[in-house]
Every structure is written in C-alpha cells, then in structure tokens.
C-alpha cells in the first residue's frame, strides 16, 4: 500500500508537495499520451476507411456500396468497444488501474501494425476485408478498456475542484491522436496516387509501433490510483467476510441509472465527432478539394480542440458540468447543417471554418466535461466498469453507426438534401444528450467514494 497520499484526501488549506505536484503532472501526462497513442490508430482507421479502404477491401463493390461497407468495419470497431469496456473495468476494479492500461495499448498497437501488414483484396481475395475486420475488432477491443482507465487514473489521482480538468486530459487525446494521424495520413497522401494505393497508406499503421514504445515508457512510470488502493487495503481491513460481486452485477444491481445517464450524455458528442472524423473528410473531398488538404484543415480543427476540451472542462469545475454541456449541445443542433454546408464548400476558407466551428467550438463544450461527468456517478469499486459500459455504449451508438447512416442518408440524394438528412440525424442525437444531462443531478459536487 502506497504511503502517498492523493491531492484528493489534502485538506483545503493544506499546500501541495512538490512530489504530489510531480506525481500529478505525470499522471495527467499518461493520461493524454496514452489516449492519444490509442485514438491515433483508431481513428486513422476511420481516415483509412473514408479515403482508401473501399477501394483497397472491397474493391469488387460499386463505389458507393464499397464506401458504404467500408464505413462497416468502422462501425464493428465500435460494436466490441463496451465489451472491451466490461472486461478490462472488471480486471481494473479487482487488480488495478495501471496494468490494465498497460495491456491495452499493447493490444491496439499490435493491432494496428498488423493492419499496416495486410495483403489487400486483389492479393488475396474475400480474406483480405475478413482480416480487416478482426483487426478492427481487436482494436475496439481494446480501445473499450483504454479510456476508463486513463480517464480514472487522471480523476483519482486530482484535487476535488479540478476534477473535470483532470479527467479531460484523457478525452484530449482523441483530438491529439486525429491531428497525429491526420497529420501522417496527409504527408503520404503527396505520393502519387498509384503510390498511396500500393504501399503509402500502410505507412502511419507501421508507426503505431514507435508511438505504442513512447507510451509504455511513460504509463509504466505513473503510480497506481490511490483510491483504489484504499479501497483494496479496506478491503483487506474488512476481511473474508464481506462477499463482493462483480463489478458488472454491481453496477447493473445498484446504479443502473448512472449507466443510462452515461449513455445518453455522449451521444451528441459521438456523433459529432465521427462525422467530422470520416463523413465530413469525404464530403470536403467531394466538394473539390484534394485529400491531402482536406486532411491539414481537420488536423487543425482538432489541433485547437486539444486546448478547448481542458477549457470548457474547468470551466465546468467552476459553474458544474450540467450548463456547459447543454449549451454544446444547443450550439449543436443551431450551427451543424451551416457546418456540412461549409465543410461541402470547396473553399478552403469555408471548410476550415467549418471543422473549427464543429470542433473546439461546440463539440468540445460536449466532450471536455464528459470524462468528469460520466465517471463522478460511480463508486470506486465499480468505477472502472460502469464508467467503461455508459461511455463505450453511447460512443457505439453515437460515433460507431454515424458514418454508416451518414453514407446512407446521402446515397441516391442530391448533395443539399443528402447533408439536411444528416444534419437531422446529428441534431437528434444531441437533442437526446441535451435532455438526458438536463435530467441528471449534477455529478461536480459528488464524493468520489459515493456512488452519487
């Protein structure tokens, strides 16, 4: 048991070590390093999907039914990502936070170079997008596990009045592992054509194991979270006793609500952000711009998210989660038809304003408190889980399936009508997160012992 104790258990006027401080920085920067090393080869594969997978994986398909399908792997990543989320929850809440971390980058960087390895269609036939998808399943896999964790780490670790700052720096790495990714793609996407299509694309896949290295180093030198510490040693204090169950059975006997709550609040979120991160970039294409250009104006759309997120999140330890994230989505619901309308411009002026109005803008006043918000209604001994299963759900349902029914929507349409259908389907979503959060007691001014 660690003699340390956590900004969280000083009193108020107690001043901070220098080692607390210290221990603090690290814990925020493994948060972020290590969710943005897990959301680069994540997300490059939704990039991957919007601008070569059709062609590479199914391309036996017309072009719209192959863009459709490839927009279908994208979506299974994000079907196992609340299992993965219950499995690794389950293992962090029984043996710690750390290691789980540790397993699951691990996973997702072995799984994205193999992707990198991959033969395509024309090499090996239907093999090739059967591949494709089970190392797509691997990934989501493991990015289920991998958010709670860094997410908890970050929150356990934090003074009580920062812990939605705290808790962000692991949704900052989604942002951080686009601009990565993004960046990468577009330097490959110079090479011919021919070039890209043959061996370019496989290039920032390959990288992941440099980055999954860099990750570990810094992840194996971050403590175990203090309150689960404590809550192993009372658990020990109280002895055999005291029966606990699993932690899934817990938190689906005692706190089913929070799940639900978890679900709903990141739906608009998700959305928003898989739109931008795959259906937008096609449609930027479509409007006439070139890939690699589409690409730089997203990378810095999400570049200024990663100082928006940590923003809008303190902001919300000062005036509660609730207000900040119901006025993101309003701001959603107004401005994301004028967003696909500029981002489908062909101006490069209009899409880049509209990946910032979509991004640091509204999207991140959802997201930059939603880490707080989702894992402050869980004990610490389910924390991990119930965590894990609300926001991996709301990111199947809001982020997995927008690509797929954004391709839909527009299949068969004129460009306006296509882009209004979508707009529809990504106001809804944040309509439902507007509601839901409305519903919920504010979770800032919970004890993290408490279930709330």
Known sequence: MSNARTITERQPNEPEKVEDLAQMRRVLFSSFLGSAVEFYDFLLYGTAAALVFGQLFFSDLSPVVATIASFGTLAVGYIVRPLGGVVFGHFGDRIGRKSMLVLTM???GVASFAIGLLPTYDAIGALAPILLILLRLIQGFAVGGE?????LMA???SDERKR???ASFANMGAPAGAVLSTVVLAIVTLLPGEMFLSWGWRIPFLLSAVLVGIGLYVRLKVTESPLFEKEVS???TAGPTVKKRLPIVEVLRTNPKAVLLGIGAGLGAFAIQALMATFALTVGVQGGL???TVLWLFAAGSFLQIFALPAYAALSDRIGRRPVMIAGCIAVIISIYPILLLVASGNVLGVLLGFVIAMPLVQAAMYGPLAAFTTEIFATGNRYTGASLGYQLSSTLGGGFAPLIAATLVAGTTAGNGLLR??????AAALISAITIAVA???STRKLTTSG
Not at 147 to 151: C, H, P, V, Y
Not at 422 to 427: E, G, I, M, N, Q
Request: charged residues 15%.
């Open 106 to 108: 691990t996973l997702m």
């Open 147 to 151: 958010w709670g964790g860094a997410a």
């Open 155 to 157: 929150l356990e670790h």
């Open 164 to 166: 939605g700052f705290s």
């Open 234 to 236: 009372e658990a020990v």
């Open 290 to 292: 070139t890939r690699s």
């Open 422 to 427: 979508v707009a529809l389907f990504a106001a």
């Open 441 to 443: 007691k504010e979770s």
